[in-house]
C-alpha cells in the first residue's frame, strides 16, 4: 500500500495500516529526537509519545506532506521532553560507551577501526556542539545539514517563515563552525577544519 | 586601492557574509549569486569563510545515522481507547456548547425579569390574564355605580346599580368579563361622561368615602345628564332608562345618594332584591375594606336620609359592605354592585370571580421564575458533565 491509502485506512482507525507508517518513519523521528534531546532514553520516550499522539491526532491531517506533519509533532514532544529533561552530567561520548547493548553507529564496513572509532568521536562531538546552540537553531541544523530536509520542509515543521529559515540556518552553521575550529585539535585529524 | 573600501563595495561585503549559507545551498538568485561571485574574487576573508562554512556543512553530512533501539509501533488495543476517547470528546463539547447557550438563556430570563419588574419592559398581561378583566370589570363596576348613584355609597357611583332586572340578570350572567365589559361597553357608548365618571369614582372611592361622595356627585352629575347610567342600570342602559336617575344622582351625597338611588333603584331594587342574596354571599367573601364601610356608613345614612329606598339601600349596603372586593377597584365595582343590588352583585361577582381565579393561572412573573429556576438547574448539571467529560477525554 502506498503512502496516502496507508494514511486514510489509519485514519478510519485501522491500527496496523498507522504501524506500517511507524515502521517507515521511526528511524528519521529518532534521530531527529536524540540530536535535538542529546538523550537515547529520552529520545526514545518523544518518539513514542510523538507517534501516539500521531495516531490520536490522525483526523486533523488534512492532506499534505506526512512527513513533515509526523515532524512537527515529533520536535513538540522534544520541547516538552526539553522542559522536563534534566541534563545529565554525562558528555555524548560517555553515552555512547554505555550503549553497548546496541549498536549506537551503524558499522561502516569500508572504514577500519581506527576510522570507526574517529566516526564516534566525531558523532560524539558533533552532538556536543549541537547541544551549544539555541533550540531554535539547532532544530533547524539537524534537520538541513543531518536529515537533508530543505527549507520549505523545514519552515512546514516549525511554523516559520523561510527568510527565518534561513538566516537561523546560517547562524547555526557560523556558530559550529566557530565551536569546532576552537577546538580544532580535538577533531580527528582527517576532520579538522 | 591602498585601504580604502568604498559603500558599494562595503555593501557587498556585508551582503555576502550574511549570504555564504543560502549560496552554498543554492538558494540565491541570479542576480545575487552573481553579485556575491563578483565579491568573492575580491575577498579572501569572504573566501576563507565560505570554505570553512562548506567544511562543517560536509561533517554534518557524516554525521552518523542512530539505529532505533526499539519498535515504536502501538498496541492494538489504542484502536478501542481512540474510539471512546472520540466520544468522550464529542460529549465534551456538546457540553460545552450547551453550557453556553442555557447561560445565555438564564441571563435573558433573569435580566427580563428584573427588567419587567423596573418597568422598564412593559407586558399587559404583567398581573396575569385576570387582571386586564378585573380591570375592567371595575371601569363597568364605576360605570354601573355612576348609573346608580342612589346607593350613594361611593362604590355605587360608578356602577348603575339601578338597572332594569334584565340588565341585573345579564351581568349576572357567568360571563363576568363578558359583561362587565358589555355594560363599561355601552354605558361608554352611552356617553364617555360615565366613562369619566367611572373614573373618577374609583379613585374617589379610594381616597376616602367622603371623596367618594364628592365624586359621586360629580360623577352623579356627570352621569345625571346622561340619565340612564347612573341609576344602577348599565351605563348605557341607564342613560335610557332613567330620567328619574337623573334627578336622583344629583342629590346624591354619600348619605343623599343612597336615597335617589333608592329611589331610582326601586324599581330595581327589587330585582336587586332577588340578587341580593346572590351578591352578598359573593361579596361577602370580599371583605369590605374601609372604602365599603365608609360606603355601608353612607347607604344607611343614604337610607336613613331617603325614605324611598329603604329596602334596596339596606340590601345594597350589605351588599356593598360584603362585597368589597380585596382590591380598592374591586371595592368599587361590588359596593355598587351593593347598592343595586343586581348589579353590583355581578359585578361583585364579577370582581370575586376574577380575583379568585388568578390562582390557577400563571402570571408572568412566576412562568419567567420557573423558568429562570429550571435553566439553573440544567445549568449545574451541565457543568458537572463538563468537568466530568473533561476529565475522562485526557485520560
Known amino acids: 500500500m502506498n503512502e496516502e491509502k496507508l494514511v486514510l485506512a489509519a485514519q478510519k482507525g485501522d491500527v496496523n495500516a498507522f504501524n506500517q507508517l511507524v515502521l517507515d518513519y521511526q528511524g528519521l523521528a529518532y534521530n531527529v529526537a536524540y540530536r535535538i534531546l542529546g538523550n537515547a532514553d529520552k529520545a526514545a520516550d518523544a518518539t513514542q509519545d510523538a507517534f501516539l499522539r500521531g495516531y490520536r491526532a490522525l483526523h486533523q491531517f488534512r492532506g499534505g506532506s506526512f512527513k513533515t506533519w509526523l515532524l512537527r509533532i515529533v520536535t513538540n514532544c522534544c520541547y516538552d521532553q526539553l522542559r522536563v529533561l534534566q541534563r545529565r552530567p554525562t558528555s555524548p561520548i560517555d553515552d555512547l560507551v554505555e550503549d553497548d547493548e546496541h549498536s549506537t553507529i551503524l558499522e561502516d564496513s569500508s572504514e577500519s577501526p581506527q576510522e570507526h572509532v574517529e566516526r564516534l568521536e566525531l558523532d560524539g562531538f558533533i552532538q556536543e556542539a549541537l547541544e551549544a546552540l539555541p533550540e531554535d537553531q539547532r532544530v533547524v541544523l539537524v534537520m538541513s545539514d543531518i536529515e537533508g530536509m530543505s527549507y520549505e520542509e523545514i519552515a512546514e515543521v516549525t511554523s516559520v517563515a523561510l527568510g527565518t529559515v534561513k538566516s537561523r540556518l546560517s547562524r547555526a552553521r557560523g556558530k559550529l563552525r566557530d565551536y569546532l575550529q576552537e577546538r580544532r585539535e580535538l577533531l580527528p585529524h582527517r576532520y579538522r577544519l | ?395
Open chain 2, 1 to 395: 586601492m591602498g585601504g580604502f573600501l568604498g559603500i558599494k563595495a562595503r555593501s557587498d561585503h556585508r551582503f555576502a557574509a550574511d549570504n555564504l549559507s543560502p549560496y552554498l545551498d543554492g538558494r540565491l538568485t541570479p542576480q545575487e549569486k552573481e553579485r556575491l561571485e563578483r565579491h568573492l574574487t575580491a575577498c579572501p576573508d569572504c573566501r576563507q569563510e565560505l570554505s570553512t562554512l562548506r567544511e562543517t556543512v560536509a561533517l554534518l553530512h557524516r554525521a552518523p545515522m542512530r539505529p532505533v533501539p526499539r519498535s515504536f509501533t502501538l498496541p492494538v488495543s489504542v484502536q478501542a481507547e481512540q474510539a471512546q476517547h472520540r466520544r468522550w470528546n464529542m460529549t465534551h463539547s456538546f457540553m460545552r456548547v450547551a453550557t453556553v447557550v442555557v447561560s445565555l438563556l438564564l441571563v435573558i430570563v433573569v435580566s427580563g425579569d428584573v427588567l419587567l419588574g423596573q418597568g422598564v419592559i412593559g407586558i399587559p398581561d404583567l398581573y396575569g390574564p385576570r387582571a386586564a378583566k378585573m380591570a375592567e370589570g371595575q371601569r363597568e363596576g364605576i360605570e354601573l355605580q355612576a348609573a346608580q348613584p342612589q346607593e350613594g355609597l361611593t362604590a355605587d357611583q360608578a356602577t348603575p346599580e339601578v338597572q332594569p332586572t334584565p340588565d341585573v340578570q345579564a351581568l349576572q350572567a357567568p360571563a363576568e368579563d363578558a359583561v362587565v365589559a358589555g355594560d363599561g361597553e355601552k354605558a361608554l357608548e352611552g356617553g364617555g361622561e360615565s366613562a369619566m365618571t367611572a373614573e373618577a369614582q374609583p379613585g374617589a372611592m379610594l381616597a376616602a368615602p367622603n371623596t367618594a361622595g364628592e365624586q359621586d356627585g360629580v360623577a352623579a352629575e356627570e352621569v345625571a345628564p346622561e340619565g340612564a347610567p347612573q341609576q344602577g342600570a348599565p351605563i348605557a342602559r341607564s342613560m335610557g332608562t332613567t330620567p328619574a336617575s337623573e334627578a336622583a344622582p344629583e342629590e346624591q351625597d354619600r348619605a343623599a345618594g343612597s336615597p335617589e338611588a333608592t329611589a331610582a333603584s326601586d324599581a330595581a331594587a327589587s330585582t336587586e332584591a332577588e340578587t341580593a342574596p346572590e351578591e352578598p354571599v359573593a361579596l361577602a367573601q370580599a371583605a369590605p375594606e374601609v372604602q365599603a364601610a365608609p360606603e355601608v356608613q353612607a347607604a344607611p345614612e343614604g337610607q336613613a336620609a331617603p325614605a324611598e329606598e329603604p329596602q334596596p339601600t339596606p340590601e345594597a349596603m350589605a351588599k356593598q359592605e360584603a362585597a368589597s372586593p380585596a382590591t380598592e377597584g374591586e371595592q368599587a365595582p361590588e359596593v355598587y354592585g351593593e347598592a343595586d343590588g343586581q348589579n353590583a352583585p355581578e359585578r361583585g361577582a364579577e370582581a370575586l370571580t376574577a380575583s379568585y381565579d388568578l390562582s390557577p393561572v400563571w402570571t408572568v412573573w412566576q412562568m419567567l421564575r420557573l423558568i429562570a429556576l429550571v435553566l439553573g438547574g440544567l445549568l449545574m448539571v451541565l457543568i458537572g458533565g463538563l468537568l466530568w467529560s473533561g476529565h475522562k477525554r485526557q485520560l
